[in-house]
């Protein structure tokens, strides 16, 4: 029989790929698993099947406890006492092993030798898949596919290694048939007990970057940077190039000569139409080269909300838009700004608007007449902070102003913001949190204050609160506001226990 165990191990190991010690640790599970139906109760067993012979013993073992430890199981656990009166140098938290007769290898219930060990096996093949791939998520890979299942593409990876590309994942409208192959982007890798654990993408953005990675040798080479992407999978595409060598053209050199290069990324992703956009380091420039085909009138940057206002003529309006919004978008995504399309016309309108709103702003709060208020929205004044603030060579350098007006319109500016930083303050202080409030776990006196001001004065009042409602306070992030909420809420619990 020992022969026949050693037997087993390497043809089990040989044709798994699988390490002998998982193997004979599985076949020790099997002999364990046979072993027990002789016991009628919870034992513990130990099988020691010897590496280089395969001669294995079976012992029966008993956990010792502690003094102060309760026995639970007298089939599997033993006082420190009776411990010790079988084996002198025995501790608690040692096992004690008794050598049992073991069972037949060849008599072993097939069945359940059977499950364990390929139970054992499909463990460690999933382990060793796992890491394997671990370290490669983000990498392109390369599988035939294996079936279809319910919209789910089975791919075959060689090497036991499966991977699944969800419905969602794939391009919309490929067909995809058992026997192809496919190309995708490895987004996730899981350690799940059961079913898929490695996850691939065919319409990720990352999936047209590594393409021409593939595709261009200069990306490969360093010379030139794929810098970001963006995907109407199945539809067009906008990639976003940059040289590091003033010798080449990025745009060119991913084209390629009659456009090979970029024919073979768009040939791969099911015909998707790709422009190559040439990145720029000036945002507003960059989203002009992303807009491409359509030609831009102005452009309105608007750094706070990280949006841009793209004014075009109106017989390009549709162009700029694309069909279904999707040039827009793309660019969108491309450049992460948020791109807002307008005819001239609408553009002059909505400058227009907001100049009036600034200049009755800085009308009625500096106290200064039409004239002076339109010098600063014409200079690109935008706020009551930024005369306050900005280099006094900025105000001095506009043709209108000596250096009184600059100081005196200066004051006032800041007059407004002192104003503004009191009745806020008294704003705060009008109600005074009461001590409850101020006591309680992760409470501070500033949030106290600003919860005060809305009206949430005790510790019953913020038990009585949402999350949502906790999210309005500036800074408040939901973790925060959901721990503060139960903690008030304590109390209630306690009382409906002691009810």
Request: with cysteine.
């Amino acid at each position: 029989m020992s022969k026949e165990i050693l037997l087993v191990v390497d043809a089990l190991s040989n044709e798994r790929g699988i390490e002998k010690e998982i193997v004979i640790s599985a076949i020790e599970s099997a002999l364990e698993a046979a072993t027990k139906k002789r016991y009628s109760g919870e034992v513990e067993l130990r099988v020691s099947i010897d590496r280089i012979s395969g001669e294995y013993q079976t012992f029966r073992r008993w956990l010792v406890l502690s003094e102060d430890e309760e026995l639970e199981n007298e089939d599997a656990q033993m006082t420190l006492d009776q411990a010790l009166e079988k084996q002198a140098d025995i501790a608690a938290g040692d096992f004690f092993e008794e050598l049992v007769e073991s069972v037949g290898f060849g008599r072993i219930a097939a069945q359940t030798a059977k499950q364990v060990i390929i139970q054992k096996i499909r463990e460690a093949e999933r382990a060793k898949i796992i890491e394997q791939y671990q370290d490669r998520v983000g990498e392109l890979l390369t599988g035939i596919v294996k079936r279809v299942d319910r919209g789910n593409v089975i791919l075959d990876l060689g090497g036991n290694a499966e991977a699944v590309i969800t419905r969602d994942e794939l391009i919309p409208r490929e067909a995809v048939r058992p026997g192809d192959r496919l190309r995708g982007y490895l987004k996730q890798v899981r350690a799940e007990v059961r079913g898929p654990q490695l996850f691939i993408s065919r319409v990720a953005p990352e999936l047209l970057i590594e393409l021409f990675k593939l595709e261009v040798p200069e990306v490969g080479e360093g010379l030139i940077d794929v810098l970001s992407g963006a995907r109407d999978s199945g539809s067009r595409a906008k990639v976003a190039v940059k040289s590091n060598d003033a010798r080449i053209d990025p745009v060119g050199a991913c084209v390629g000569m009659r456009g090979s290069r970029v024919q073979s990324v768009s040939n791969e992703l099911a015909g998707e139409r790709i422009d190559i956009i040439l990145w720029d380091e000036n945002p507003a420039q960059f989203v002009i080269n992303a807009m491409s085909p359509a030609e831009l009138e102005s452009i309105v940057v608007d750094e706070d909300n990280h949006s841009m206002d793209l004014a075009v003529a109106e017989e390009h309006l549709s162009q700029a838009i694309g069909r279904g919004g999707q040039n827009v978008r793309l660019a969108s995504q491309l450049t992460g700004w948020e791109l807002n399309i307008m005819t001239e016309s609408e553009a002059e309108e909505k400058s227009e608007a907001e100049s009036e709103v600034l200049k009755k702003v800085f009308m009625e709060q500096l106290d200064v007449d039409d004239i002076i208020a339109t010098i600063f929205v014409q200079e690109g004044f935008s706020s009551i902070e930024e005369i306050a603030y900005v280099p006094i060579q900025e105000l001095t350098a506009i043709e209108e102003f000596d250096e009184n007006i600059v100081k005196e319109l200066r004051d006032r500016a800041r007059d407004v913001l002192l104003t503004r930083a009191i009745a806020s303050e008294e704003k705060l202080s009008e109600n005074e949190p009461a001590a409850d409030l101020l006591a309680l776990e992760g409470m501070d006196d500033t949030l106290a204050y600003e919860l005060a001001a809305k009206e949430i004065i005790t510790q019953e009042d913020l038990a009585e609160q949402s999350v949502d409602e906790l999210m309005e306070v500036e800074g408040m992030d939901e973790e925060r506001a959901s721990k503060l909420i139960m903690a008030a809420r304590a109390p209630w619990f306690a009382d409906e226990q002691q009810g």
